[in-house]
């Protein structure tokens, strides 16, 4: 059997240098239009698929110290 094609769409958008020299935001999406994906074994040993994580959001934040 086959798996139906979807369509994985990840977005993510940071900022460098926001408000002090250094400091960096971002903020993503992972699976946007939080469609089911499945992880199928390339061989039949009896498991059912395994489920894939719905939709996630993510914030990022990091500072580099100037040398």
């Not at 979807?6 to 903020?27: M, P, T």
């Not at 039949?44 to 719905?54: E, F, Q, V």
């Amino acid at each position: 059997s086959q798996a139906d094609a979807i369509v994985l769409a990840n977005v993510f958008v940071s900022y460098r240098d926001l408000y002090i020299k250094g400091l960096e935001a971002g903020l993503g999406v992972y699976n946007l239009l939080d469609h089911d994906n499945n992880f199928y074994q390339p061989y039949d040993g009896g498991h059912a698929p395994l489920r894939d994580a719905s939709r996630q959001l993510l914030l990022r934040v990091g500072y580099t110290v100037p040398l």
